[in-house]
C-alpha cells in the first residue's frame, strides 16, 4: 500500500491510501500554541470548517486517536488525498501548459470566494495600517534570531526600514480600502503546493486556521501571497496573469505598490516559517536546515525586491523657467507611473484662469505675487501628499528657487515615508532665455515666463546642493533617459512588473 509522509513546522501529514491524516504537532511558537490536547483537538474541527469553503468535497472530518487504555489522546483531521502530480507547484516547474489555464480558473475562483467571504468591523480592524504594521514588525522579531547567522542582518534591517517607510504616511490608503470593501476573510496562506488542478477544477487547500486575524485582511493580501509564490518558483509571468485575471473577474482594482507592498510581507512570511523550520530540523537533520536557509535567503531577496518596486517616491524637478524641467517632470511622470503635478497649471487653476490661457504679469505682481506664488506651492505640496498618502508616486515641476520651498518638499516626503529625489534642470542662460521667449510667443502652454523673468528668476535662486543637475541642452529622449537613471539610481526604482 503507498504510503508517505509530509511534515511542516505545526503539523505532520501521513498519507495511506486514498486518504491523507494531518495530525498537530505540540508545538508553541509566538503565534500559535498547540502543546494541550483541547487545543489541537479546536484547531483540527476549525480547520475543516474553513477550508471546506474552498475544497468541500476534500475535507471529509476529524478522527480521534484512541490510546491503548481506550482514552482519547490526539486528532486527526481527515482529507481525501489528492494526486501529487496535479499540484500547482508540480505543474508549474515541469512546465506543464495546464498551468496557464489553471490560473484563470483559480483567479475566478478566488474572486468568487472574496466576494462571498465575510466581512465586519472585527475584519476590517486587522487590515488598518497599524494592524499591518504589527504584523511585520511582529515577524521581523522572529526572524532576528537568524541574522548574519544564517540571513543578512544587514538585508533584513533594510526590509525592516522600507516596510515602515511606505507604512508611515500611507493610513489613507489602508483605510481607504476599509471603505471599499475590500477586507474580508481569506484563505490567508495561498501556496501553489496546496493548490490542485483537477480535471474538474482546481481544489484550493489548507487556509491559514490557527488566528483569524491572520487570515482577515485584504483581498490583495490574499492573492498577493500565490502571486508571490508563483514568482518564486519562476513562473512571475503566471504571478502577473494571475492578477489580471482576479482584477477582470471583479470591481476590485489593486493599486501596484499596494500590490507589491503585500508580496514582499508574503515573502516575508514565508522566509520566517522556513527558518523555524530549519530550527527544527537542525536539531535533527543539519543538512537539510542548511538547504531550508538557501530556501529563506531567496525568499529575502524577493522581499526587498518587492519592498523597493513599492517605494513611494517624491520627485522634484526644479529649475528657472526655459531649463526644460517641465519636459523631463512630464517625460518622469510618464516613464515611472508618477502623477505629474505643474505648479503653473496649479496657479491658474486656483486663480480661475484655464491654464493655456495666457495671464502675463510682472514678476511678483498679479497672478505671479509672492502671496500668490506661497499660495501655489503650498496647493502643490498639499495635492502632493494626497496623492502619496494613497500610494502613488508624485513629481513635483516648480523652479523651487527658495531653500524655504525645498525645505517644505523634505518635510512632506519625511511625513508621507517617501523617498525624496531632488533634480535641478541646466541649460546655458541663453538658450534657457530663449526657450522662455518662444514659448511664450507661441503661446498654448501655462507658463508666462518671458526672457526677462527667465533671467530674474534664475539670478536670485538659492544655491541648491542637495539637487542632482540635469542638463538639457541635448535630445529630449536622451535628457529624460539621465533623469529616469538618475531617480532608479537614488531611489532603486523598477522591480517586478506585475
Request: proline content about 4%; some cysteine; overall charge negative.
Amino acid at each position: 500500500m503507498d504510503t508517505s509522509l509530509v511534515e511542516t513546522h505545526v503539523s505532520v501529514v501521513f498519507f495511506l491510501g486514498d486518504r491523507a491524516y494531518k495530525l498537530k504537532k505540540p508545538v508553541r511558537f509566538d503565534f500559535v500554541d498547540l502543546t494541550g490536547r483541547a487545543a489541537r483537538e479546536e484547531l483540527c474541527h476549525r480547520e475543516v470548517e474553513l477550508n471546506r469553503r474552498l475544497a468541500p468535497d476534500v475535507y471529509e472530518g476529524v478522527a480521534d486517536i484512541v490510546g491503548p487504555d481506550g482514552e482519547v489522546c490526539d486528532h486527526l483531521v481527515v482529507m481525501r488525498r489528492m494526486p501529487d502530480d496535479r499540484r500547482l507547484s508540480a505543474l508549474v516547474e515541469r512546465g506543464d501548459p495546464r498551468a496557464d489555464p489553471a490560473i484563470a480558473d483559480i483567479a475566478v475562483m478566488l474572486a468568487r470566494f472574496h466576494a462571498g467571504a465575510d466581512r465586519g468591523p472585527e475584519i476590517d480592524r486587522c487590515a488598518t495600517r497599524d494592524a499591518v504594521a504589527e504584523l511585520w514588525h511582529a515577524n521581523f522579531e522572529q526572524l532576528a534570531p537568524f541574522g548574519d547567522q544564517a540571513l543578512s542582518r544587514a538585508d533584513l534591517e533594510r526590509a525592516a526600514l522600507l516596510a515602515d517607510a511606505f507604512l508611515r504616511g500611507r493610513s489613507a490608503l489602508f483605510d481607504g480600502r476599509i471603505a471599499e470593501g475590500c477586507i474580508c476573510d481569506g484563505h490567508g496562506d495561498l501556496l501553489a503546493d496546496d493548490i490542485y488542478v483537477l480535471d474538474d477544477g482546481p481544489r484550493i487547500l489548507d487556509c491559514l486556521e490557527f488566528d483569524d486575524r491572520l487570515r482577515f485582511g485584504d483581498v490583495a493580501a490574499d492573492l498577493a501571497f500565490l502571486a508571490m509564490d508563483l514568482e518564486r518558483l519562476g513562473a512571475a509571468s503566471l504571478a502577473g496573469r494571475l492578477v489580471a485575471g482576479y482584477e477582470a473577474a471583479t470591481t476590485v482594482t489593486i493599486p501596484r505598490p499596494l500590490l507589491h507592498h503585500w508580496i514582499a510581507y508574503r515573502a516575508q512570511v514565508r522566509m520566517m516559517v522556513t527558518c523555524l523550520r530549519a530550527a527544527q530540523d537542525d536539531s535533527t537533520d543539519g543538512g537539510a536546515g542548511s538547504e531550508r536557509i538557501g530556501q529563506a535567503e531567496v525568499l529575502l531577496e524577493l522581499c526587498l525586491r518587492h519592498l523597493e518596486a513599492a517605494e513611494v517616491r517624491l520627485v522634484v524637478v526644479g529649475g528657472a523657467p526655459g531649463t526644460g524641467k517641465s519636459t523631463v517632470a512630464a517625460g518622469l511622470g510618464e516613464r515611472l507611473g508618477a502623477s505629474v503635478i505643474r505648479s503653473d497649471v496649479v496657479r491658474k487653476e486656483l486663480c480661475g484662469i484655464e491654464p493655456e490661457r495666457p495671464a502675463p504679469a510682472p514678476l511678483d505682481a498679479g497672478i505671479y505675487s509672492e502671496a500668490m506664488t506661497a499660495r501655489t506651492y503650498a496647493e502643490s505640496l498639499d495635492r502632493a501628499r494626497r496623492h502619496l498618502e494613497v500610494g502613488d508616486s508624485v513629481v513635483l515641476d516648480a523652479s523651487f528657487g527658495s531653500a524655504h520651498q525645498r525645505e517644505a518638499v523634505r518635510q512632506l516626503a519625511h511625513h508621507a515615508g517617501a523617498r525624496l529625489v531632488e533634480l535641478r534642470c541646466t541649460v546655458s542662460a541663453e538658450v534657457a532665455e530663449r526657450r522662455a521667449q518662444t514659448r511664450r510667443m507661441r503661446g498654448g502652454d501655462p507658463s508666462d515666463a518671458d526672457a526677462e523673468v527667465a533671467r530674474r528668476l534664475a539670478q536670485r535662486a538659492d544655491p541648491w546642493p542637495e539637487s542632482v543637475e540635469v542638463p538639457t541642452a541635448g535630445s529630449v529622449v536622451g535628457t529624460i533617459d539621465h533623469a529616469v537613471a538618475v531617480v532608479q539610481g537614488s531611489a532603486r526604482v523598477g522591480g517586478p512588473e506585475i
